[in-house]
Nanobody, 116 residues
Framework: VQLVESGGGMVQPGGSLRLSCAASGFTFSSYVMTWVRQAPGKGPEWVSA???????YYVDSVKGRFTISRDNAKNTLYLQMNSLKPEDTALYYCLRRRGANEYDYWGQGTQVTVSS
């Protein structure tokens, strides 16, 4: 199993980024996929998830600004981030969910920095 995030970078407040997570080594379409972020000096924060059927879930702080999606044909998970704020600055990870609330694989992360 491999998860490889990309698409991070530095952007000004109000800007946009699109994160990608390329998955391999498992049947991507069969798993709930999740984005989690970790800001400097803070613990991990669950950001968003997408179910196998396409239902999506978000933490309140990103609702209306972030959109999670998946392309099962390309084995890729996405996170479109708009109206970015400095508090969105973090290392963003994609995770594979196993069971009700367990995560068994994650990538190396991609850094998002929002600063003027």
């Amino acid at each position: 199993v491999q998860l490889v995030e990309s698409g991070g970078g530095m952007v000004q407040p109000g800007g946009s980024l699109r994160l990608s997570c390329a998955a391999s080594g498992f049947t991507f379409s069969s798993y709930v996929m999740t984005w989690v972020r970790q800001a400097p000096g803070k613990g991990p924060e669950w950001v968003s998830a997408i179910a196998t059927g396409g239902d999506t879930y978000y933490v309140d702080s990103v609702k209306g600004r972030f959109t999670i999606s998946r392309d099962n044909a390309k084995n890729t998970l996405y996170l479109q981030m708009n109206s970015l704020k400095p508090e969105d600055t973090a290392l963003y990870y994609c995770l594979r969910r196993r069971g009700a609330n367990e995560y068994d694989y994650w990538g190396q992360g991609t850094q998002v920095t929002v600063s003027s």
